[in-house]
């Protein structure tokens, strides 16, 4: 394949209008658009073509019902300390300049919100519409064999992103959500998987609701200057 300077625009284009969506149009996503869409992220690398990801996508009924389940355990305080992470994918310990920027995109998208630092209530519903896959009329949950290491979770990453980009060039937008890890048992029921399969995290896949303030959010980005270390 050639490379033009079109080619170039559209790619750079894509990548840099990806950005979380936090509410969407009720749209279906054809079947077909999303298989063109994961046909074309594993085309990702991978070490010695592992090609670690498994993918389940949920629509309908199915949404629904996992949806449904996950949302009631959170919103009770006794069963949902019953479930707990799988895997660390926060630092234990929070130092800056992470805790900063991590502080800052909860404020920023309150604020959008109205919701106040005291307005524990509405913190607890808006961080439940991860659950909801934020009204996305496809929800994605992507799991991974145990007996695969380290090295296959970053293929894993350079999937996620490879399938994020493929989905905005179509029109499409994404939210990449880690909030499932908790509620991994309850995937595992809804889903059948077995003892071997562990979930590294849902998605949601959809046309973004232009009215809603929340879509408005993009984050910042540190300057190439600040995180890149040129040797000669």
């Known amino acids: 394949m050639t490379i033009t300077s079109e080619t170039t625009a559209a790619v750079d284009a894509a990548i840099a209008a990806r950005h979380s969506v936090r509410a969407y149009l009720p749209t279906p996503v054809p079947r ?12 990702a690398p991978s070490g010695t073509n592992t ?15 996992l949806s449904r389940d996950i949302r009631a355990a959170h919103d009770d305080p006794v069963e949902r300390a019953k479930h707990t992470e ?27 919100l109205g919701i ?15 659950y909801d896959f934020f009204g996305a009329p496809v929800g994605l949950i ?59 995290c849902g998605m949601s896949l959809g046309h973004a609701d232009p009215a809603a303030a929340e879509n408005t959010l993009v984050t910042e980005r540190e300057p190439v200057s600040r995180f890149a270390r040129f040797v000669e």
Not at 51 to 65: E, F, I, R, S
Not at 116 to 130: E, L, P, V, Y
Request: hydrophobic share 40%; net charge positive.
């Open 142 to 200: 992507f799991t991974i064999d145990r007996v695969l290491r380290q090295g296959s979770w970053l293929d894993y990453g350079m999937f996620l992103q490879s399938l994020m980009v493929a989905a905005r060039a179509r029109g499409l937008d994404t939210c990449p959500q880690a909030a499932f890890t908790q509620f991994h048992r309850i995937i595992e029921r809804h889903l059948g998987l077995s003892e071997a399969q562990m979930v590294v």
């Open 116 to 130: 106040g630092k005291a307005d524990k209530a509405r913190m607890h519903a808006q961080h439940g519409r991860n």
């Open 86 to 112: 799988e895997y660390d994918y926060y630092p234990t310990e929070w130092v800056p300049p992470y805790i900063d920027r991590r502080r800052k995109v909860g404020w920023d998208l309150y604020a959008l």
């Open 51 to 65: 090609q670690p990801w498994q993918v389940h996508v949920l629509t309908g009924a199915a949404k629904q019902a």
């Open 32 to 43: 077909e658009t999303i298989e063109a869409i994961l046909a074309l992220a594993s085309r």
